[in-house]
């Protein structure tokens, strides 16, 4: 009980965070059930059944708040979810001394992408958006590619299809969060039928499952009111270096670092992520207190044609 009581408060603060910022819920819980042992194919299916339901609250409790800009869901959805499908069907093909490293690697690789992305470059100002983020071509490799990673990582729709159009679409960040939540309940029931045909029902715990949603439903509402309310950059960076950190040490196992020199390297890393994330908070007071006196007022949303 106490087991399960835990992994749904982990369920609850990873969708506040997701709901909130767009990423962090499936890469958080595939990063902290793969710390307990089972294997690859049974993580990410056990995060993407969850999400079934955590998906389909986030997006509701998106469209409630007026967050959802359904041209974006629809030219993110269908690719989303082919590559899910796909994303499944490669994960539960291979034998799990082959993906649980692919796995590691490939999370630590997400939070590796999301930190520098917005340490380098934080959300783009609507009216300063790149133009080529609005064509349909680039929406549809985007939520392809957000999907197959998406499945076989346990996570990565938002790392990868949030934090791209955060910092180069031309939408307010509420409605790419929103628009992005919302996409995501069609991926995760691709891959989730995916991981059902591949693997059936054996293996998958159904009290894991249901703790993780329940967190993340009773978490969905209060995440999609501060949605882009939240400083994204200093969210984004923190989501990011936490995923970092969890997925660390099972990467160095996996490169067969020593026991001192993989404590020593976590510390370390620890370090530079405390001090990272110390640096962007001051960046943003500091930028903050400087544009005080001639504030502008928020430009009006954005909306995808």
Same mark, same amino acid.
């Given at each position: 009980?106490?087991?399960?009581?835990?992994?749904?408060?982990?369920?609850?603060?990873?969708?506040?965070v997701d709901g909130s910022l767009g990423m962090g819920y499936g890469v958080t819980s595939a990063s902290l059930l793969l710390a307990t042992g089972l294997t690859p194919a049974l993580v990410s299916a056990s995060v993407n059944l969850a999400q079934l339901g955590t998906t389909l609250a986030s997006g509701a409790s998106h469209?409630?708040?007026?967050?959802?800009?359904?041209?974006?869901?629809?030219?993110?959805?269908? *690719?989303?979810?082919?590559?899910?499908?796909?994303?499944?069907?490669?994960?539960?093909?291979?034998?799990?001394?082959?993906?649980?490293?692919?796995?590691?690697?490939?999370?630590?690789?997400?939070?590796?992408?999301?930190?520098?992305?917005?340490?380098?470059?934080?959300?783009?100002?609507?009216?300063?958006?790149?133009?080529?983020?609005?064509?349909?071509?680039?929406?549809?490799?985007? !939520?392809?590619?957000?999907?197959?990673?998406?499945?076989?990582?346990?996570?990565?729709?938002?790392?990868?299809?949030?934090?791209?159009?955060?910092?180069?679409?031309?939408?307010? *960040?509420?409605?790419?969060?929103?628009?992005?939540?919302?996409?995501?309940?069609?991926?995760?029931?691709?891959?989730?039928?995916?991981?059902?045909?591949?693997?059936?029902?054996? !293996?998958?715990?159904?009290?894991?499952?249901?703790?993780?949603?329940?967190?993340?439903?009773?978490?969905?509402?209060?995440?999609?009111?501060?949605?882009?309310?939240?400083?994204?950059?200093?969210?984004?960076?923190?989501?990011?270096?936490?995923?970092?950190?969890?997925?660390?040490?099972?990467?160095?196992?996996?490169?067969?670092?020593?026991?001192?020199?993989?404590?020593?390297? %976590?510390?370390?890393?620890?370090?530079?992520?405390?001090?990272?994330?110390?640096?962007?908070?001051?960046? %943003?007071?500091? %930028?903050? %207190?400087?544009?005080?006196?001639?504030?502008?007022?928020?430009?009006?949303?954005?909306?995808?044609?």
């Amino acid at each position: 009980m106490t087991t399960l009581l835990l992994i749904a408060l982990a369920g609850f603060g990873a969708q506040l965070v997701d709901g909130s910022l767009g990423m962090g819920y499936g890469v958080t819980s595939a990063s902290l059930l793969l710390a307990t042992g089972l294997t690859p194919a049974l993580v990410s299916a056990s995060v993407n059944l969850a999400q079934l339901g955590t998906t389909l609250a986030s997006g509701a409790s998106h469209w409630r708040a007026g967050n959802v800009d359904w041209t974006i869901v629809r030219r993110l959805a269908l *690719p989303g979810g082919l590559g899910g499908l796909l994303g499944a069907t490669l994960l539960t093909s291979l034998p799990a001394t082959v993906a649980r490293p692919v796995m590691a690697v490939l999370l630590l690789l997400l939070g590796v992408a999301v930190v520098v992305r917005f340490l380098t470059r934080p959300p783009a100002a609507v009216a300063g958006a790149t133009a080529w983020a609005r064509r349909r071509r680039f929406l549809g490799p985007l !939520g392809l590619v957000g999907g197959i990673v998406n499945a076989t990582g346990g996570g990565g729709w938002g790392p990868v299809v949030t934090s791209t159009l955060l910092t180069t679409g031309p939408a307010s *960040p509420r409605r790419v969060i929103g628009s992005v939540s919302a996409s995501e309940l069609v991926v995760t029931v691709c891959a989730s039928v995916g991981f059902l045909v591949g693997l059936g029902l054996s !293996g998958l715990h159904a009290g894991t499952i249901l703790a993780l949603m329940a967190g993340g439903v009773l978490a969905a509402p209060a995440a999609a009111l501060l949605a882009g309310r939240m400083p994204p950059e200093v969210l984004g960076v923190a989501v990011g270096v936490m995923i970092v950190n969890l997925n660390l040490g099972p990467v160095l196992a996996v490169a067969g670092a020593g026991e001192l020199a993989g404590v020593a390297l %976590r510390l370390a890393v620890l370090a530079v992520s405390l001090l990272l994330v110390a640096g962007v908070v001051s960046r %943003r007071l500091l %930028r903050a %207190r400087r544009a005080a006196p001639s504030a502008a007022p928020e430009p009006a949303d954005t909306v995808l044609r």
